[in-house]
């Protein structure tokens, strides 16, 4: 069968003409960089072209290293440098985006129309040649002495190019555990089994929370917004602070991804928005009919079709050599064919992985949010372009709020998914994990498209969860459907999410949290919001599965004969209920909710869904045995039941162990943090993941005043003062002033330079 591999003189022939693989250099930029405490950087410039060439720059100082090893992997360069990687991942990553170079997705929608949404606009292009340059130069200039670890003398320290940055926008939005099944599938034989790790999303470090607080709640009648994303503290998803000034255009402060110059959450003039992970499924499966006379043809509408062959070589170091290693990648009308433990590859039956293809719509997605005056313009910008993966919960000066999942989802009704789930696996998929897995041999089965939607096969704005209120939205990585409880969202696809379902302990505390607030009864002085008590809120700590169950569990773990229960139920029982550095014997409850012994005996009621499910079932054995189990395993560990959360919890930066408060999501703690193993006598000395970018905005009569703070620091280099500096702010509980005006940076102005090329 012929094999469609695009030739490379094709290619650069292509790439040549594109617009945005000019050379960076051609283009004349300027830029100011005035760094405040923690080393934030304010990028103040006459245009966009300035605003992203003093932002490459500012990042290249604090995050070289981080932005060039994604570069690997966009380049299709992992395997060439770094070798095979664990289980070949290296490999898998190189042919997947070798795959996708190849084809040369990024330079078609660069060179399209100019009308067209999926063609970058000249701001879009402008930032980004600008962010490139600002990289580039820093390159130039500083390449030789990198004192980062990490990238300090590798010979893929280098310029990028600006179709690199675009690729990596296009692929931005792949699902990492879709690389393998994609890459490793192959037509089953005797000797090849063709499986790989399963394609399944589990994204368990990556969440969120946020308050959209409207005027009804507020103390001055306006908006306020906590942004509380939980994101890994190392690796390519780290957020990077900034603040973007054009002089009478653009204003905003806010968190972007390291290597991309855009502000994905912050605050302007007028609105604030944080993001959270959402629970609809941006991506579905075809299955698939084999001709039982060759399984790489696949039958439609009664004919068999032979799959399209992709070729992709690429190149992987071993042993100090660089040998070629080539796989065929093949694909269907549908999308690529995969081959995973649970969507395997055999003689009868294919899987194929179709996903909405957002292409390059992201940066003028970000710059259309930036320039939003309400949130009823803000619903509308992100309606336009469909591109973000998250919810978004927003609130305006004017006091509304704005609750919303307004990305690509795939158009898949219930009826569509009853009708085209043909097997009981496919039917087992949509009723339990929500997965569609339509029947690949029908025309009928095609995705839907809404009139308003701005793609093909996917929901349209209008049909998208959303919701704005006065009083509140709030999110916490459930479903839509409890964004506020006097407003139930409901009537969506599954594909969505989940309606009328028990919630988590988090967002129950999450909206317990802002009742309490409303009513003035938490203890934190007069009724309703203003930016002191949104502070105090958040690094309350308080530990909902705590409330719950704490005062019956100290009470029947006491009927265990083990002796050495005894003292551990005396900590459960002074604990203070909270994931304080002082608290004592969080840990302990800790590894019994870790054990499963959060056991309910109230069951789940729709009609209260914040209160249920509660009660500790002391019927159920499994609550001691989980608690047993959590004793051993801190006396195996030597470390004591009444700790301090403090000395046992914390972060290794060198030398330095920073203490670090908060705790686990699932046993009902807002403020999240998810640690790696327990070690002997230390406890967790690592952080995976959880609380990141905090920021607490506060609309008033003056102007937005906002403060916030980065938990992991601005920089990934081990060797810079701002490695570590906020991560103690963080651990002492405090807040960074984010100075929006020109005014307040020019005060706290530490280190100023102009860059120019």
């Known amino acids: 069968m012929k094999s469609k591999v695009l030739a490379a003189t094709a290619l650069l022939a292509l790439a040549a003409c594109t617009p945005s693989s000019a050379p960076a250099a051609s283009h004349a930029f300027s830029a100011e960089i005035r760094r405040t405490a923690y080393g934030v950087p304010h990028i103040k410039a006459d245009d966009f072209g300035g605003i992203g060439f003093g932002f490459g720059y500012a990042s290249a ?8 090893d994604r570069m690997l992997t966009v380049r299709a360069e992992r395997a060439r440098y770094l070798g095979p990687g664990e289980d070949d991942a290296n490999i898998a990553s190189d042919v997947y985006h070798q795959r996708v170079n190849q084809a040369g997705d990024s330079e078609k929608l660069l060179a399209g129309p100019a009308s067209s949404v999926d063609t970058p606009s000249a701001d879009a292009r402008a930032i980004t040649a600008g962010y490139v340059a600002g990289l580039n130069k820093f390159i130039r200039e500083k390449g030789a002495a990198i004192t980062d670890p990490r990238c300090k003398g590798q010979p893929w320290v280098q310029p990028i190019d600006e179709i690199d940055f675009w690729r990596h926008m296009y692929v931005g939005q792949t699902i990492d555990g879709f690389i393998a099944p994609t890459t490793s599938a192959a037509p089953p034989s005797a000797e090849h089994a063709s499986l790989s790790r399963d394609a399944y999303i589990n994204e368990v470090d990556l969440g969120s929370n946020a308050y959209g607080l409207g005027r009804e709640v507020t ?53 604030a928005w944080s993001n959270t992970v959402s629970t609809a499924k941006r991506f579905g499966y075809y299955e698939l009919t084999l001709d039982p006379a060759d399984p790489t043809k696949y039958i439609y509408e009664g004919q068999p079709v032979a799959m399209d062959r992709t070729e992709v070589t690429v190149q992987v170091l071993r042993d100090g050599k660089l040998q070629p290693e080539t796989r065929t990648l093949y694909s269907t009308r549908w999308g690529n064919v995969v081959s995973s433990t649970t969507y395997p590859w055999t003689a009868t039956t294919a899987f194929a992985l179709r996903t909405p293809r957002v292409g390059l719509r992201d940066v003028d997605q970000y710059m259309a949010v930036w320039q939003s005056k309400s949130v009823r313009e803000l619903q509308t910008a992100l309606g336009k372009y469909q591109s973000y993966r998250f919810n978004t919960t927003a609130a305006d000066s004017t006091g509304e709020a704005l609750y919303g999942d307004l990305g690509m989802i795939p158009n898949v009704p219930r009826e569509l998914a009853d009708a085209c789930s043909k097997s009981d696996f496919a039917r087992q998929q949509w009723t339990k994990e929500r997965i569609p897995v339509l029947d690949g041999s029908r025309a009928a089965c095609d995705w839907k498209t809404d009139a308003d939607a701005t793609a093909p096969g996917v929901f349209g704005p209008a049909a998208s969860p959303h919701l704005f209120r006065t009083d509140y939205v709030t999110q916490s990585n459930d479903s839509y459907w409890l964004t506020n409880p006097a407003q139930p969202l409901e009537g969506y696809s599954p594909i969505w999410g989940d309606e009328a379902t028990t919630r988590s302990l988090r967002t129950r505390l999450g909206l317990i949290q802002v009742a309490d607030r409303v009513a003035g009864t938490d203890g934190l002085g007069e009724p309703k919001f203003d930016i002191g008590t949104l502070q105090k809120v958040m690094y309350g700590n308080r530990h909902y599965g705590a409330e719950l169950v704490q005062k ?27 994931v304080d550095l002082d608290s004592r014997g969080a840990h302990l409850f800790h590894l019994f909710a870790e054990n499963g012994g959060l056991k309910f005996k109230v069951a789940f009621d729709p009609k209260n869904p914040v209160a249920t499910p509660n009660t500790l079932d002391t019927s159920d054995p499994k609550v001691l045995e989980a608690f047993a189990r959590a004793v051993d395993k801190l006396t195996e560990m030597e470390i004591p039941a009444n700790a301090r959360l403090g000395d046992v919890q914390r972060e290794t930066r060198g030398e ?90 020019e005060a706290g102005t530490e280190s100023r330079e102009t860059i120019s090329e």
């Open 61 to 68: 100082q604090d995050n070289l290293c981080e932005i060039l």
């Open 656 to 745: 330095e162990r920073i203490p670090i408060h908060g705790g686990a999501g699932p046993e009902g703690v807002f403020n999240v943090i998810t640690v790696e193993d327990l070690e002997p006598k230390l406890g967790w000395t690592s952080i995976r993941h959880g609380a990141s970018w905090i920021m607490t905005t506060e609309f008033t009569a003056n102007g937005p005043v906002s403060q916030g703070i980065l938990t992991y620091s601005e920089s990934t280099d081990a060797t810079s003062p701002h490695h570590s500096d906020q991560t103690r702010l963080y651990s002492q509980k405090g807040w960074d002033d984010l100075r929006f005006t020109d005014e307040a940076v």
């Open 552 to 578: 019956d569990l100290a009470r029947i773990c006491m009927t265990s004969a083990r002796p050495n229960i005894p003292a551990a139920c005396k900590a459960i029982a002074e604990w203070d209920g909270k």
């Open 219 to 271: 103390k001055g009648g306006k908006g306020m917004v906590l942004g509380n994303p939980h994101y890994p503290w190392d690796g390519p998803n780290r957020f990077y602070r900034t603040h973007f000034i054009i002089p009478g255009k653009l204003n905003i402060v806010g968190v972007s991804y390291i290597g991309m110059p855009l502000i994905r959450m912050g605050h302007t003039e007028n609105i």
